[in-house]
Each structure stands twice: as structure tokens, then as C-alpha cells.
């Protein structure tokens, strides 16, 4: 079932009061298990792609990458949209992978809606990404589907 139009409406603000205000119940999922002090991240080889190959890093950052893959592949089992000039259109799977890698290292951000559960994720920055959800049953859902693919949810 393609999203509502609503559902991929351009959101004004990322912020936990405009998320709200629009009726989601933001998760945040990351392959770090806290919020990394700023201290943390200037010292974390693990940041981002180019930073991983630059400091050797580069398995253990796939692993990571790896992990958000497999989460990413179960929520799009039922099917994943993005829209495009205003019209939301299904993602074939080979599109749907691209546009994952370049999210995940930070090439292009990523607005993409799952059909089940019904969420919408926002590609973020830091090896952080925030899933959209309309219900708590949803985001708990989500949450046990991060832990199960060796992530972490954020508070």
C-alpha cells in the first residue's frame, strides 16, 4: 500500500517538537550505544566512510554499515517509497540499496517510507538515523528490530 500524501511531506524542522507537532514518534537508531560527547566523535575513527578509510578503519566501519543494511532490508520486505517531484513511487530494490550506501556514507540524505510497519526514515549524520513512526506498538517494533540487528536506539 503507497504512503498517504502526507507521509512524505516535507517536514519544516527536524526537532523533537516539530515531530511531534506533525504526529511522530521518532526513534533513533545508531551504531553507537550513546549520544557521542563532541570530544567522542572528533576522536571516533568510525564517524563517517571517508574518516574510516583515511584512519584503517574501514572493516570495522562495514560492520556497522552492514548491520544498518540488514535493518534496512527488513523494514523494506513489504515494499519502500520515495518521493520525487512531489509523487510518492516505489523503490525496486537495486535503487533502494543505492540510495542506502550513499545515505549511510554520507553521500546524500535519504527520505524513504516503509510500508510495514508503516514508518519513515530520515538519514542522518554520525552513523545515526531517525525512523518516523505514527504509533508506539510501531516504534516498538522498530526499536526490538535495531536491537535484533546489533544497533542501538538512542534516548
Known amino acids: 500500500m503507497p504512503p498517504e500524501p502526507q507521509d512524505l ?3 519544516p524542522e527536524i526537532t523533537a517538537a516539530a515531530l511531534a507537532q506533525a504526529g511522530y514518534l ?3 537508531v545508531s551504531v553507537f550505544d550513546h549520544w557521542l560527547e563532541e570530544s567522542e566523535a572528533d576522536a571516533e575513527p568510525l564517524l563517517f566512510y571517508a574518516l574510516a578509510l583515511q584512519k584503517g578503519a574501514l572493516p570495522a566501519y562495514l560492520a556497522g554499515e552492514r548491520q544498518f543494511l540488514a535493518f534496512y ?3 523494506a520486505e513489504d515494499g519502500a517509497w520515495i518521493r520525487v ?5 516505489p523503490l525496486e530494490p537495486a535503487e533502494l540499496e543505492m540510495i542506502l550506501l550513499s545515505s549511510l556514507r554520507e553521500n546524500q540524505p535519504m527520505d524513504i517510507w516503509f510500508e510495514s510497519p508503516p514508518v519513515r526514515v530520515l ?3 554520525d552513523r545515526t538515523d531517525t525512523v518516523l513512526t505514527r504509533s508506539a506498538d510501531a516504534a516498538a517494533w522498530v526499536s526490538a528490530l ?3 540487528k546489533g544497533l ?3 534516548e
Open 146 to 148: 535495531a536491537r535484533e
Open 85 to 89: 517531484n512531489g509523487t510518492a513511487r
Open 152 to 154: 542501538f536506539v538512542l
Open 9 to 11: 511531506d516535507a517536514l
Open 123 to 125: 538519514g542522518g549524520y
Open 26 to 28: 521518532p526513534v533513533q
Open 73 to 75: 532490508r527488513r523494514l
